[in-house]
C-alpha cells in the first residue's frame, strides 16, 4: 500500500464518519432543473431555519461533528417536480418543496420523525403516496449505474466523491495495471461510445495506444448539442470527479500527459462544476505532476464551446479546440493517428468517461451482467415530452420502448400532463440525426443494433414522446430547421440540400405544396443521406424519411387536402368564434395577448384574423367551447 | 481617449490567452463577456495582436451562435426550442414575446436596447418545458401569459430603477 492510498482512505473514512455521527442530512437538488423551481432559495432557508431553531447545522463535512448536515445534490433527474428535498438517513423525500415548506419540514419531520404528507409524491393511477425514492416506480425501474451517486454526493466536494470510493480506480490504473491490461479490460468489457457512435472504447484507446508519438491527448466531449438530451449536463453537473477521473484512466491507456473537457457553453453550472472539481483535484495532487504519487503527470483543462451543434463531430470540435471554424474534416486520418495539433487524440463523451471508474473498480464480468451481449451495461435516457413523468432515467441496454415509456415514465399524457393512455403516437429518438419509432416498435429492445435495423439510433439517448395531437410533418420540419441552421456549410449537399428540403416542409406546412413535392422531398432526402461528408449531413434526412415512411397518411392530409389532422400548422388553421355559443362574457378578449379579440359585453365576438397569432389562449379561456379550430 | 481605453482592456484579454491564435475562441468569449457583442474595430484589433488575417477572426466570430457581431438588449431572452420544448409549443411563447417587445421584420433586438429575444437549440431543462432563459436565470414549465409577466416584471424594475437610481 502506497501513501496515496492511504490518505484517500484516511479522507475517505474521516468524510463518512462525520456523516455517520450526523443525525440528519438534508439533501437539497440544486441541478438547473430545480434551480429553475427556486431550490436554492430553499436550500438557505432550510440552514436559516435549522440553525434558528437551536439545531447543530453545518453545510460542509469538516473536521467536527455536527448534528445536521445540508447539503447541495446535482440533477437527480425528476426535473419537473423540483425543487426534490432528501432527508437522510430515512431517505424521505419531497417533491416541489417551497422556501415557506422548510419550517414545517423542520419541525415535523427532523424534530419529530413525522411525514409532511403533502409533500410526498403520489403516484398516478394507483393514487399511493411514496415515502422515499425506491417507492416511486420512476426511480424503482430504473438500474442507476453512472448516475449512482448524482443526485447524492456534493459535487462541489471532492472528498464527498473520495468517501463513495473515488479516484481508488485510478489509484489501481496507475499502480496496479499496465496500459495494455488497462485497454483490454475495457475491451474485455465491452463499454461502447455513449455518445451515439457505438464505437468500443476499448479499441479506440488501443489504437491510440499504439501509436508512437511522444505527445497524445485525451478529449472529453461534453458538447451535447442533440436538442432533447440531457445526461451529460447531469453528469457533469451532478458528478464531475467520475468524468475527471475516467480521463485520468484513458491518460494512462494511451500514455497521455494533457486533456481537455470540451463543455457547451449553454451549460454555465455544469462548465462550473467541472472547473471547481479540476482545482480541488490539482489541490490533492490527484492532476498535474507525479499524480497520485505515481510517475505520470496528466494537465487536464477546460475549453467552453461557443454554440455550434456540429463541434459535436469529432473532427469539427478538434477544429474549434485549435481557434478555427467548427468544420469537420475527412476521415481518415482517425483522431487517434492525427487529432488534436496533429498528435494521436481520443475522444470520448462524458458518460463513456463517467463509466470507466466503476468499470475499472467492479471489473468486466459484472459490467456484463447488465445490458446485452453486444450492448453491454447500461444507458442514461432523457425521457421527455408527452409523458407522465419526464425526466433522466438509466436503464440496462435491451429494455424495451414500452418498459421506458409505461413502465418508468409513467405512461403518455396530454400536453397539461394529464394521463392519456391510448395516447401514444410516436417516440423520436437520437435528435435531429435519429428517427420516429411508431406503436409497432414499443416491444423493440432499445440497444445499438436493434436501432439500427429499423433505421433509427439511439444516438446519446433523447426520447422524446409524442401524443396523437403532434403533428409530424412539424415534427420533420423543426428537425430540418435545426440540420439547416447548423450545418458548417462545408460540402454542398448538407448545406444546399437541408435548405431546400427545409423550404419543401416549409410549403407543405403553409398548404402550397403538390403531391409532387412529396417525392421531390424523398429524392433530396436520399441524397443528402448519400453524399455529405460528415455525420451531421448524412443523418440530417433520417427525421424526414422516417416520418415520410411512417406517417405517409399524415403528409397526404397537408399536401391533398391542405388539411392538418392534428391542428398545429398554423397557415392551415382558423380560429372562429361560434355565434350560437359565444355569451360575450368577454373573457377571451381580456386573455387575448395581442388584443385580436374584439366585442361588447353580452354580444358576440369576433376574432381578427390579421392580428390573431393562434396562440389559442382563447380557446382554452373559454368556457361555453365557443371558439372552434384550435388544435385538437 | 475613449477607443484608447477601449483596447487596452482588449490587450488585456490578449496576454491573458498568451497572444496564441489557438485561443481566439476563448478571447472572443472574454471579450464579449466585457462588451457585450464583438465591435468590428476590435475584431480586427485582435487579428492584428495575434497574427492572423482578420477574415481568420471574422469566420470564427460568424461562425459560432454565440457571438454576436450587434450589441444586444440588456436582457438577452433565449426561448428554447428544443425538441422537448417545440413540442410543448415553445414557439407560442416566442410569438407572443415578439408581439409584446414590438419586434417586427425579423428585429431581435428592441429600439431602448433593453431585451433581445433569441431562440436556442436546447438547454437541457427538457424535465422543465417549455423553457426559456433571461441572462442567466433559467424559466421552466411555462405558459405565454407567464412569459409576458416575466417580461412585464423585467419593465417594471427597470422603470424603477430609472426613476430611482439609488434605489432609495
Known amino acids: 500500500m502506497n501513501l496515496t492510498r492511504m490518505e484517500l482512505n484516511r479522507i475517505r473514512e474521516n468524510f463518512n464518519a462525520r456523516q455517520n455521527a450526523a443525525s440528519h442530512r438534508v439533501i437539497v437538488c440544486a441541478g438547473t432543473g430545480c434551480r429553475a423551481n427556486g431550490s436554492l432559495k430553499v436550500y438557505e432557508e432550510f440552514v436559516r431555519c435549522l440553525a434558528h431553531s437551536g439545531l447543530d447545522v453545518v453545510v460542509e463535512l469538516k473536521d467536527e461533528d455536527h448534528d445536521i448536515f445540508v447539503s447541495k445534490s446535482g440533477c437527480q433527474g425528476f426535473c419537473q417536480l423540483g425543487p426534490l428535498v432528501t432527508i437522510l438517513p430515512e431517505g424521505t423525500f419531497y417533491t416541489k418543496v417551497k422556501a415557506n415548506d422548510v419550517e414545517d419540514i423542520v419541525e415535523t419531520t427532523i424534530k419529530r420523525g413525522e411525514l409532511v404528507h403533502r409533500l410526498l409524491y403520489v403516484e398516478h393511477g394507483t393514487n399511493k403516496a411514496c415515502k422515499a425514492k425506491d417507492e416511486i416506480l420512476f426511480y424503482r425501474k430504473q438500474h442507476r449505474f453512472v448516475l449512482n451517486n448524482c443526485g447524492i454526493i456534493d459535487p462541489e466536494d471532492i472528498r464527498e466523491y473520495i468517501a463513495c470510493g473515488g479516484y481508488q480506480a485510478s489509484v489501481k490504473a496507475c499502480f496496479d495495471m499496465t496500459p495494455e491490461g488497462v485497454c483490454r479490460l475495457i475491451e474485455a468489457a465491452g463499454l461502447r461510445g455513449r455518445g451515439g457512435g457505438g464505437f468500443p472504447t476499448g479499441n479506440k484507446w488501443n489504437l491510440a495506444r499504439q501509436q508512437a508519438s511522444k505527445k497524445k491527448y485525451v478529449i472529453c466531449n461534453g458538447d451535447e448539442g442533440d436538442p432533447g438530451a440531457f445526461m451529460d449536463r447531469c453528469i457533469m453537473e451532478g458528478n464531475p470527479h467520475s468524468v475527471i477521473e475516467g480521463m485520468i484512466i484513458a491518460a494512462r491507456a494511451i500514455d497521455a500527459d494533457e486533456g481537455y473537457v470540451y463543455v457547451r457553453a449553454e451549460y454555465p453550472l455544469a462548465v462550473k462544476h467541472i472547473r471547481k472539481a479540476i482545482e480541488d483535484a490539482y489541490a490533492l495532487g490527484i492532476l498535474g505532476k507525479r499524480l497520485l504519487g505515481s510517475q505520470y503527470c496528466f494537465d487536464l483543462h477546460v475549453m467552453e464551446g461557443a454554440g455550434a451543434f456540429v463541434c459535436g463531430e469529432e473532427t469539427a470540435l478538434i477544429a474549434s479546440m485549435e481557434g478555427k471554424r467548427g468544420m469537420p474534416s475527412p476521415k481518415p486520418p482517425f483522431p487517434v493517428r492525427s487529432g488534436l495539433w496533429g498528435k494521436p487524440t481520443v475522444i470520448n463523451n462524458v458518460e463513456t468517461l463517467a463509466a470507466v471508474p466503476l468499470i475499472i473498480a467492479s471489473g468486466p464480468d459484472s459490467f456484463r451482467q447488465t445490458g446485452t451481449e453486444f450492448s453491454p451495461g447500461t444507458k442514461t435516457f432523457a425521457i421527455t415530452g408527452h409523458v407522465v413523468n419526464t425526466g433522466l432515467i438509466e436503464m440496462p441496454f435491451g429494455t424495451t420502448l414500452r418498459e421506458i415509456v409505461y413502465g418508468v415514465a409513467g405512461g403518455v399524457a396530454t400536453a397539461d400532463g394529464e394521463p392519456a393512455s391510448d395516447g401514444f403516437k410516436a417516440v423520436q429518438i437520437g435528435g435531429p440525426s435519429g428517427g420516429c419509432l411508431t406503436k409497432e416498435h414499443l416491444d423493440l429492445p432499445m440497444d445499438f443494433d436493434s436501432l439500427k435495423g429499423v433505421g433509427a439510433m439511439i444516438g446519446s439517448g433523447g426520447l422524446v414522446v409524442m401524443n396523437n395531437n403532434t403533428c409530424m410533418v412539424d415534427v420533420a420540419r423543426f428537425f430540418m430547421q435545426f440540420a439547416e441552421s447548423e450545418s458548417c456549410g462545408k460540402c454542398v449537399l448538407c448545406r444546399e440540400g437541408t435548405k431546400q428540403m427545409s423550404l419543401l416542409l416549409d410549403d407543405i406546412v403553409e398548404g402550397k405544396a403538390t403531391e409532387e413535392t412529396l417525392d421531390i422531398l424523398e429524392d433530396l432526402a436520399t441524397a443528402v443521406q448519400k453524399g455529405s461528408l460528415c455525420g451531421l449531413g448524412k443523418t440530417a434526412p433520417n427525421p424526414v424519411l422516417s416520418t415520410l415512411r411512417q406517417f405517409r397518411d399524415e403528409y397526404e392530409a397537408h399536401v391533398k387536402f391542405k388539411y392538418c389532422p392534428t391542428g398545429t400548422c398554423k397557415a392551415l388553421k382558423k380560429l372562429r368564434i361560434d355565434g350560437d355559443l359565444c355569451r360575450g362574457c368577454m373573457v377571451c378578449a381580456k386573455k387575448c395577448p395581442v388584443g385580436a379579440i374584439t366585442g361588447e359585453k353580452g354580444k358576440v365576438h369576433r376574432i381578427d384574423e390579421k392580428l390573431c397569432i393562434k396562440c389559442e389562449v382563447c380557446v382554452e379561456s373559454c368556457k361555453f367551447q365557443a371558439i372552434t379550430g384550435g388544435r385538437k | ?168
Not at chain 2, 475584431?43 to 460568424?62: C, D, E, K, Q
Not at chain 2, 459560432?64 to 426561448?79: A, D, E, I, N
Not at chain 2, 438547454?123 to 432563459?133: E, F, R
Request: charged share 25%; aromatic share 8%.
Open chain 2, 1 to 168: 481617449m475613449e477607443a484608447l481605453r477601449k483596447f487596452e482592456k482588449v490587450w488585456e484579454i490578449v496576454e491573458r490567452n498568451d497572444g496564441s491564435a489557438a485561443r481566439l475562441i476563448p478571447i472572443l468569449q472574454a471579450v464579449q463577456a466585457e462588451y457585450r457583442y464583438l465591435p468590428e474595430e476590435i475584431l480586427a484589433y485582435i487579428a492584428t495582436s495575434l497574427g492572423i488575417s482578420p477574415a481568420r477572426v471574422f469566420g470564427v466570430a460568424t461562425f459560432y451562435s454565440l457571438f454576436t457581431l450587434k450589441p444586444k438588449g440588456k436582457y438577452v431572452v433565449r426561448v428554447c426550442d428544443g425538441t422537448a420544448c417545440h413540442v410543448k409549443k415553445s414557439m407560442d411563447l416566442c410569438d407572443v414575446l415578439r408581439k409584446k417587445l414590438k419586434l417586427a421584420n425579423g428585429a431581435d433586438t428592441t429600439t431602448d436596447l433593453l431585451f433581445t429575444l433569441e431562440t436556442v437549440n436546447c438547454l437541457g431543462a427538457c424535465g422543465l418545458a417549455p423553457a426559456m432563459v433571461v441572462n442567466d436565470e433559467v424559466h421552466g414549465q411555462l405558459t405565454p401569459d407567464r412569459a409576458s409577466e416575466i417580461i412585464d416584471d423585467i419593465i417594471k424594475k427597470e422603470a424603477q430603477s430609472e426613476s430611482d437610481p439609488y434605489g432609495a
